[in-house]
């Protein structure tokens, strides 16, 4: 096992990925070394969002890796398989669990696990990375202006072993980062499309120009989202061109 061979409980941190990041620029941690906690007070999200947390009842992680055998433009593997791992967790709970555009994860239209991957470049690889993940197990009550949360609690009306998951996913993700290290890019990318969310669906989209039907066709190797419009033209949308209308 790579991942979870370490790990590192903290009762409470300012986020997970801050200290993972730190201990990758002065401690030279084992690859796979996951660092947890109850509660986070700067918890950080995409596009420079906060990440709410109520203590003690979520799953708050990042793990450490170093996978020198990704070159940066295939970055977005690691995207895949940390998502994969997640929506696989999710979906032996809730059927309806997808991985939404790049890697939220989400149980019909809400929102249930966010990831923020950070990335350290050198040469032709990536020489390092923290893999962040907020799964939302057993809050019940959401206060921040995130539009759409929703808990494992929620989703299926009884409470979870926050343990139990946790040692559920670290096994997940040791299975597909394995993926990684193989060169099974092909079979993540087809799982990945698979578990897609609105994939091959006409729904309402807004970009630079305003709001628009369109259908997602695939996500390329490089992480751009393919959007099929009605007219037939096709567009490639990098990650904050693009929202999603509910
Ligand atoms: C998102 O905006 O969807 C990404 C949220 C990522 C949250 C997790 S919680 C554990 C780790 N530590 C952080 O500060 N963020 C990530």
Redesign the pocket.
């Known amino acids: 096992m790579i991942i979870g061979s370490v790990r590192m409980f903290h009762e409470k941190v300012s986020?997970?990925?801050?200290l993972a990041s730190l201990m990758v620029r002065d401690e030279n941690p084992v690859e796979g070394t996951v660092i947890l906690s109850s509660f986070?007070d700067?918890?950080?999200?995409?596009?420079g969002?906060g990440?709410e947390?109520e203590p003690g009842k979520n799953l708050?992680?990042?793990i450490i890796l170093y996978p020198v055998m990704v070159r940066p433009d295939e970055q977005f593997l690691i995207s895949q398989m940390v998502s994969l791992s997640v929506v696989d967790l999710v979906s032996g709970e809730m059927p309806d669990a997808r991985i939404k555009w790049p890697n939220?994860i989400y149980v019909r239209d809400d929102?249930i696990a966010?990831?923020?991957i950070e990335n350290s470049i050198m040469g032709e690889t990536l020489c390092s990375c923290v893999a962040?993940?907020?799964l939302n197990v057993n809050q019940k009550v959401f206060r921040s202006s995130a539009p759409n949360p929703v808990s494992m609690a929620l989703a299926t009306g009884r409470e979870h072993d926050l343990a139990t998951v946790t040692d559920k996913l670290l096994r997940l993700l040791d299975e597909r980062y394995l993926m990684v290290t193989e060169g099974k890019a092909k079979e993540l990318a087809d799982n990945y499309h698979s578990a897609l969310y609105r994939r091959g669906e006409w729904r309402r989209y807004s970009d630079a120009d305003g709001e628009f039907t369109g259908m997602i066709e695939e996500v390329r190797s490089n992480g751009l989202m393919v959007l099929r419009r009605r007219n037939g033209s096709v567009k490639e949308y990098a990650f904050k061109e693009i929202d999603y209308i509910l």
């Open positions: 986020s997970t990925n801050t986070q700067d918890g950080r999200g995409q596009k969002n990440w947390s708050l992680m990042s939220d929102k966010g990831i923020l962040g993940i907020g």
